[in-house]
């Protein structure tokens, strides 16, 4: 079979699988399961470089990983997010149907440019990424279940908020601003002799 199988990618299958099962709850009206299974992934998407980095890998390994981590990111925190609000605002609600277009194009633009500056960097650098350019598109993972959260527990209809966070969420992911790269491994300086695909 073509493609990797081992630790180093499997966060990011798992990661895949949970947002399509958060896709399949949409459908099926579930709206806080699909939220949780968001969640779920962007979780599994802030550890999958750091278990990635723990590996020895070949260049090959290294830039399959890039690519697949960020096809799995438009499923994840592309389709899924917009999927939500695109159900939350009804299919008669074409600003909600716009902004979440918009939302999923901004993604897809996001990793597209993550991928080829990822490339670029590691072809001419040898330790690991400091700054992002654009906001990393796993943040709509945590800022759109707690904006849909408190909206919900406040009594107030999710759809304005949401409307609003995948809004401001995709004019932040291809905006022209350098976003620092959070450290969360234990061993900094490993780190920083190893590539890092990861968003």
Request: hydrophobic share 45%; net charge negative.
């Amino acid at each position: 079979m073509i493609g990797y199988y081992n630790y180093a990618v499997i966060l990011t299958y798992i990661s895949m699988l949970i947002s399509f099962g958060g896709i399949s709850y949409v459908i099926d009206n579930k709206i806080v399961a699909a939220c949780v299974c968001l969640l779920l992934s962007g979780i599994c998407d802030t550890f999958d470089g750091k278990i990635a980095q723990t590996k020895e890998r070949t260049q090959h390994e290294k830039r399959f990983g890039i690519q697949l981590d960020s096809l799995a990111d438009t499923v994840c925190f592309g389709v899924l997010p917009a999927t939500i609000m695109y159900h939350i605002g009804g299919f008669r609600n074409h600003v909600t149907l716009t902004v979440a277009g918009f939302y999923v194009l901004a993604a897809i633009i996001r990793l597209a440019w993550f991928n080829v500056d990822e490339e670029k960097r590691q072809d001419s650098a040898s330790k690991c990424r400091e700054f992002y350019t654009g906001m990393p598109v796993t943040v709509s993972a945590f800022i759109l279940p707690i904006v849909l959260a408190l909206a919900n527990i406040s009594g107030n209809s999710m759809l304005i908020p949401g409307t609003i966070t995948l809004l401001v969420l995709a004019f932040a992911f291809i905006a022209p601003i350098k976003v620092p790269k959070l450290n969360f491994s234990i061993d900094h300086q490993k780190n920083n002799e190893q590539e890092d695909h990861s968003e």
